[in-house]
């Protein structure tokens, strides 16, 4: 029997993200069949330790050990590839990679690197994401190996786009539309030419609210969409960009 290129997650960063980031991959997948799906184990981790708090250094509860753990788990029990849909996540990326002998995506390299070549003369990328990502600083490595500027909201904005996360969104309220779009336009207006939503909880926003602006890049979609090419699947024609997703080299070290 031929070997099905599985996924691992690790998922519950935060839970309802992850469910969404399940949906996506079935969703966009080209598939007429169950067996056309990828083959997922997910470890919807929910008490991993904050890993703002922990960056900010509210907390002294590091999120590592933990990630690692799900990590080896999901290696141990048959995953070929490791996710984890969380941008704040990739700040402890390194250590988790270290622990383990199988490929990892980096929802924050990918998500630029798409940038890059979805926009043309992309000069300055507006980012929307928690204060940990803003501080670990993974955004703007990303951008700086790609000749970007990276612009991120004032300490105003800022703290609209916290409570728009915490306060709203994982707390599973409804979140206040027009204080996302005011700080999107905000950016626009700071000569940002597209604005990454660099939080999954943000991109449960744009679902809940169909936002479909082109200068609106969503992190979680993006991948969503190398992880599916990633496992060797192809996505629907709908969902397809072959400008903007060239074929992996993570695919080739699966096979």
Do not use: W
Request: proline share 4%; with cysteine.
């Amino acid at each position: 029997m031929d070997k099905t290129r599985t996924l691992g997650i690790i998922g519950g960063v935060g839970p309802m993200a992850t469910v969404y980031f399940m949906e996506m991959l079935i969703d966009m997948t080209d598939a007429a069949r169950d067996q056309d799906h990828i083959n997922m184990i997910v470890y919807n981790h929910s008490t991993i330790p904050d890993r703002t708090d922990y960056i900010l250094d509210k907390s002294k509860k590091d999120p590592l050990p933990d990630m690692i753990h799900d990590a080896k788990m999901l290696q141990s029990a048959g995953a070929d590839l490791v996710v984890v849909p969380c941008n704040t996540a990739q700040y402890f990326l390194e250590g988790i990679k270290a622990s383990i002998k199988i490929p990892m995506l980096n929802i924050v390299d990918e998500t630029v690197a798409y940038a890059k070549r979805a926009v043309p003369g992309l000069k300055r990328l507006g980012i929307l994401a928690t204060n940990g990502t803003v501080k670990s600083g993974v955004y703007d490595k990303a951008c700086k190996e790609h000749l970007i500027e990276c612009v991120v909201p004032n300490e105003a904005a800022q703290q609209i786009v916290m409570k728009i996360i915490y306060e709203q969104v994982k707390a599973g309220k409804m979140a206040d539309i027009s204080a996302v779009m005011s700080v999107i336009e905000s950016m626009k207006s700071a000569g940002c030419q597209a604005v990454v939503l660099g939080c999954t909880e943000l991109s449960l926003v744009k679902k809940s609210f169909s936002i479909t602006r082109p200068d609106v890049i969503d992190s979680l979609e993006v991948l969503a969409k190398r992880t599916i090419l990633a496992c060797g699947k192809k996505l629907k024609a709908r969902y397809a960009d072959t400008d903007a997703f060239p074929s992996l080299p993570v695919a080739k070290a699966l096979l």
